[in-house]
């Protein structure tokens, strides 16, 4: 089995549901959709870990990675209750994670690695595990690319090849 399939393997239960689906709609950084900016920050880590043998447990960190940022809705326009819990940027991933939860019943380490990416920001929420710290800082790696318009992907082109081009929107 070559890489890409088992990353796909992994991603196959999330990236098939429809509330992950929907982060389609909504722009991340740039011109970047929120779907596309975690399947990267996602395939990243999971190739880095790959390519470098970092130990961490694969499924566990593409499944965390897929869903780091699964807040479900326009930070550029939060909705009034989501915005009564405090700003985006340091709340986001305990919504993140408690959406994870409900959603797809993650595991403990999954969950650790959604509420610890925005270190350091969020600076009480420090990664302690290997894959906690790989979504961290590739996640950082995306959101530069993305926000200054560098980045090398698109929109179209990652629905293409992890979603079988089947999401339209974005």
């Known amino acids: 089995m070559n890489i890409d399939s088992v990353f796909k393997s992994y991603a196959r239960s999330i990236l098939k549901d429809e509330k992950m689906l929907s982060s389609a709609e ?18 990243y880590a999971f190739y880095l870990n790959c390519i470098f043998n970092l130990g961490c447990d694969a499924k566990a960190l593409v499944r965390g990675a897929l869903l ?3 807040f479900l809705y326009d930070w550029h326009d939060i909705p009034e209750d989501v915005a009564k819990q ?15 939860r409900k959603v797809f019943g993650i ?8 509420v ?3 270190w350091p920001l969020t600076f009480t929420r420090v ?5 906690g710290w790989l979504v961290c800082l590739v996640d950082k790696y995306c959101s530069v690319l993305e ?5 090398p992907y698109s929109n179209k082109a990652v629905r ?11």
């Open 160 to 170: 293409k090849k992890f979603l079988d081009g089947k999401v339209k929107t974005a």
């Open 127 to 131: 990664p302690f595990n290997r894959e």
């Open 116 to 118: 610890t990416h925005m």
């Open 86 to 100: 405090g700003l985006h940027g340091f709340n986001h991933p305990m919504v993140a994670a408690e959406n994870a």
């Open 147 to 151: 926000t200054l318009h560098i980045e």
């Open 26 to 43: 909504n722009i991340q950084h740039g011109t970047v959709s929120v779907l596309t900016h975690s399947i990267m920050v996602a395939k």
């Open 68 to 70: 780091h940022d699964f």
């Open 107 to 114: 595991s403990p380490k999954e969950y650790s690695i959604i």
